[in-house]
């Protein structure tokens, strides 16, 4: 993913999705995320990093479960977790940070 620096280094927060195809618990996160994104709107970016496709990115941020998530904010990460996340946990992160 070419831009994926600058695209998290904007003041607009970032949740990234750490994620494969084959992965369950991912496919369970999917539509909670697209909640959170109906619910957020503009005020943040939602984008999805296949691990499988993303290697290096995948090794550079340390990813050893899926799905992982972070937030990011002017290119610093400010919110992390593993595994299955509620609506609502993710999107009271998100709104900290908008």
Do not use: H
Request: with cysteine; proline share 4%.
């Amino acid at each position: 993913m070419n831009n994926f620096e600058t695209l998290i280094s904007g003041e607009k927060p970032v949740l990234v999705d750490f994620y494969a195809e084959w992965c369950r618990p991912c496919q369970v996160m999917a539509p909670i995320l697209e909640e959170v994104k109906s619910q957020i709107g503009d005020k943040a970016t939602i984008i999805k990093i296949n691990v499988d496709e993303n290697r290096d990115l995948t090794a550079q941020y340390g990813i050893q479960s899926i799905p992982t998530l972070f937030i990011f904010k002017q290119g610093q990460i400010v919110w992390q977790a593993s595994g299955v996340q509620s609506r609502a946990t993710v999107a009271t992160a998100l709104k900290q940070f908008i």
